[in-house]
């Protein structure tokens, strides 16, 4: 087993798991000295490309961006979002995620559950690539968002759903959206560590969407801490440079090529 996956299951019950999203080499670059784990997730679909959904975001778009974050990282687990329908059959998703491997040179691929996919984790897993399982909200295959395990049987359902996916071998699973009492329950229940996002305290580790935290979505849930307004330090930046560049102050002298 890969020695960076390994660390993060022996980091279950011992430390937290810091975990964040990043799309390109200079993002990547800042996280990889902070996170265990960086994940280039197909909310790139939303966040960078402004679509409404995850759905249209390619394998082609996720590996060029995969292949960028990864010249940014030297120590972080790396992890790539399977997009929709890449893997809708154990073929297509083995030949899919052996692309992604081989093109982007990470560590690992995440995979949202349908409550039937087991077999394609346990395929990919088989054959040697490394799986992340994803349960609770999953933007692929659900449009509307609702917080998940909310009553006692549906907790039930994804401890379940959880269990299938560590049997069929997952390193670690992400819990999107999943009440307190019910990411306490799964995360109880597995051997494997649970990286929560939206889903409490009480998951292994966290991840969270880098452009909601540092607020330059202008997309933040009640689960997302803004620890800082981007938007308004990039806006002060512009406005200063666009009195510069009117009021001819850029460039001054010394930025001339000639020195003078
Ligand atoms: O696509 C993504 O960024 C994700 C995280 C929200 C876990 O899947």
Redesign the pocket.
Known sequence: MNKRIKKIINKKNRSKIVSL?AYSKNIARILDKYCDIV?V????AN?LYGFKN?HRITLENMILHAASVKRGIKKSLLVV?MPKNSYNSSSNALKNAKLIMSQTRCDAV?I?SNKKNYYIIKKLVDSKIPVMG?IGFT?QFTNKFKIQGDTSAKTKQLIKEAISIEKAGAFSI?L?CITPQSSKAITKKLKIPT?G?GSSKYCDGQ???TDDMIGLSGFYPKFVKKYLNMTRLIEKAVKKYTTDVKLKKFPETKYFLNGR
């Open positions: 999203t994940l997730g197909d909310s790139l966040v995850t979002d995440k949202e994803h933007p992400v999107e990286i996002i991840i969270l969407v």
